[in-house]
């Protein structure tokens, strides 16, 4: 199904926001001095779109004016700030520059990009797996938590597990990277529930996918090109094996998300479904989708939300608020 069928009368909006310059976010290091590089931000015009939306959220709810949950019954993972500039404002963050801590201010960073880390609703003490982590965005949101008590930082391919290991020097102490709080592998993630099952309390499977803002601007290694059409074609099999494997790595009881930067329902949603009755039939072990549209609601004066995902949530690109594409998906073993 081509994207102009999958979502109609948006597809044209989608497109020329695609194709239109990214907006991005500022994620604050929180082993930087985060208070001042926060009010620096401030200064900036931007505001920090979590904490923002948590607040509102409470005021309505203490209010009466918001019969939804809190936040803490649907457990967003604490400890994040994330500065944008406001729907429509195209101003661009300055680079980020080492702080007086010796580490770098802040990450730039798609905003949609810590939805994700988000919906996992980390708590302390968790042992966290990010099994598909480089380049890092979303592995130094984790440690930006606090609630690691380790976490397992995997891909396979070892040029990108080296940007990994360039953002964390760049980003976190060396006395949390160089501890058993962080371990960095490049093993084959797929057979991560034979080498570790039954083993996280939290587990994000942020998997390779068609990447479509990027591969829109891109000529040479673009797997939309028609040389690579069975490589595009086998995608989701691999996705719904890392999935898979994801799931087996969880314990009992335990959450993982899922999530892609692609807009094909074949990628996000499909390989859900398929990823939940694989594990049904052969292993018996059940796994249950977890709503998110108090999520959506909480974040939707920030990023633009599609509203008709049979399961998880998609942000979709907009000329007002140019972030995404990014799918995220939160499943609890229960079994």
Not at 188 to 205: I, M, P
């Amino acid at each position: 199904m081509t994207y102009s069928v999958q979502f109609g009368d948006l597809w044209p909006s989608i497109r020329v926001s695609l194709l239109s310059e990214q907006k991005y976010g500022a994620l604050v290091n929180n082993f930087a001095a985060w208070d001042h590089v926060s009010a620096k931000l401030e200064q900036l015009s931007a505001k920090d779109f979590v904490n923002e939306a948590i607040s509102h959220w409470e005021l309505q709810s203490e209010g009466g004016q918001s019969a939804a949950p809190s936040p803490a019954s649907w457990a967003c993972s604490p400890n994040l700030r994330c500065f944008t500039f406001a729907r429509g404002d195209v101003s661009r963050f300055p680079p980020a520059r080492p702080g007086s801590l010796g580490v770098m201010d802040y990450y730039l960073m798609d905003a949609a990009s810590l939805l994700p880390v988000l919906a996992l609703g980390l708590q302390p003490g968790d042992i966290v797996l990010d099994l598909c982590a480089a380049p890092g965005g979303k592995t130094l949101a984790l440690l930006q938590t606090g609630c690691c008590r380790n976490l397992a930082a995997n891909d396979l391919s070892t040029s990108r597990i080296a940007r990994l290991q360039k953002i964390l020097h760049s980003y976190v102490p060396q006395e949390i990277r160089d501890g058993n709080r962080v371990r960095v592998t490049s093993w084959d993630g797929r057979k991560w529930g034979e080498l570790e099952g039954d083993t996280y309390d939290r587990v994000l499977v942020d998997v390779p996918c068609t990447t479509d803002r990027h591969s829109l601007h891109e000529e040479e290694n673009n797997i939309f090109k028609r040389s690579r059409k069975k490589e595009r074609q086998i995608l989701p099999v691999l996705q719904m094996q890392l999935l898979a494997a994801g799931l087996l790595a969880t314990k009992p009881g335990g959450h993982v998300v899922y999530s892609t930067c692609s807009l094909s329902h074949l990628q996000n949603e499909y390989v859900v479904q398929g990823a939940i009755e694989l594990l049904a039939n052969q292993y018996s072990i059940q796994v249950q989708v977890e709503d998110l549209t108090h999520f959506r609601r909480l974040f939707m004066d920030t990023f633009c939300f599609f509203s008709s995902c049979q399961v998880g949530e998609l942000v979709i690109p907009n000329l007002m608020a140019n972030f995404g594409p990014m799918y995220f998906c939160k499943m609890h073993r229960l079994t």
